[in-house]
């Protein structure tokens, strides 16, 4: 007689193979986006203050990366006030870090100078979540005209009906959806977007030339036929700035002129500089107001 013990594990081994079998074809099959296809089109709406973790102020992705001290400049020109003129703009990635709707952020000094003179100066801050996605959590641009200040139109995420965005997914991938790097409403009326253009590009700029080349479009709904592009490559970020359509009216050109990490001398330097401009924010934002100073909180080459 045949042993009822061995048919019973026999017929559970199949129930067991069968269920494992049905799991691995629903996968296959696909009962919902995969964790690259959800990294490709995240956007805005996504943002929650529970994926970023202690270290958000660490952005390490490879298209976006901001590692203290390193500091960039660009040169070109664009179209002011119907006439081309020179531009150069200075970046550095401070050590310091800022606290932004509840979200840690990394600090960037970034100057603007038209026609050697400085036109803007602007803390701008960052935070990467825990997927690697790169989040623009507001700004604080000074605007200049012949070395008096003119206005501030800043916003920070979380006050005043402004709200996160995307400046850099982590799998960027072409025919996604184009996707908000923040937004303020009117007065300020902050609502750029982004869009991946191309991969796998090649450019030169006067610091090197580089391949697999990642190129993001940067629009505003309202304003169609106007589009900046911005080239990034992995391991360095942005090395150049173009524009394209027929109602781009500013046709902006930036290259990569120098990449350098800063002395310690020059990082306080920088540091002084954002911090200067911090307490001026302070005077002259009630919203900033509201946030707890910059601190010198990250280690340089991080």
Not at 191 to 210: E, I, L
Request: hydrophobic letters at 35%; proline letters at 6%; aromatic letters at 8%.
């Amino acid at each position: 007689m045949r042993d009822l013990r061995i048919a019973v594990i026999f017929v559970s081994g199949l129930v067991v193979l069968s269920a494992a079998a049905c799991g691995a074809q629903s996968a296959s099959q696909g009962t919902g986006p995969t964790r690259s296809e959800r990294l490709s089109t995240v956007s805005a709406k996504d943002f929650d203050r529970a994926n970023f973790g202690n270290n958000s102020a660490i952005v390490n992705n490879k298209w976006f990366p901001l590692k203290p001290g390193a500091y960039s400049a660009f040169e070109g020109s664009a179209i002011d006030t119907g006439e081309r003129v020179s531009r150069r703009v200075e970046s550095t990635v401070t050590d310091l870090t800022k606290v932004i709707n509840g979200v840690n952020t990394v600090v960037v000094l970034e100057n603007d100078i038209t026609s050697g003179e400085l036109e803007e100066s602007e803390l701008s801050f960052y935070a990467q979540d825990k997927d690697g996605n790169v989040w623009h959590m507001g700004e604080y641009p000074e605007e200049y005209d012949s070395g008096k200040f003119v206005k501030a139109p800043g916003w920070l995420a979380g006050s005043e009906g402004a709200t996160a965005g995307i400046m850099m997914r982590a799998q960027p991938r072409t025919g996604t959806p184009s996707y908000s790097e923040g937004y303020a409403p009117p007065p300020i009326s902050w609502k750029d977007r982004g869009k991946v253009y191309k991969v796998g590009q090649k450019t030169c700029v006067p610091v090197k030339c580089y391949k697999n080349v990642l190129v993001i479009e940067e629009f505003e709904r309202d304003k169609p036929g106007a589009y900046q592009t911005k080239y990034y490559a992995p391991g360095v970020g942005n090395v150049r700035v173009g524009w394209r359509g027929p109602n781009e009216d500013e046709r902006e050109t930036l290259s990569l002129v120098k990449d350098t990490r800063l002395s310690p001398e020059a990082l306080v330097e920088a540091r002084e500089s954002a911090l200067k401009l911090e307490k001026h924010a302070y005077k002259l934002k009630d919203f900033y107001r509201k946030t707890q100073p910059a601190k010198p909180t990250l280690r340089v080459g991080r």
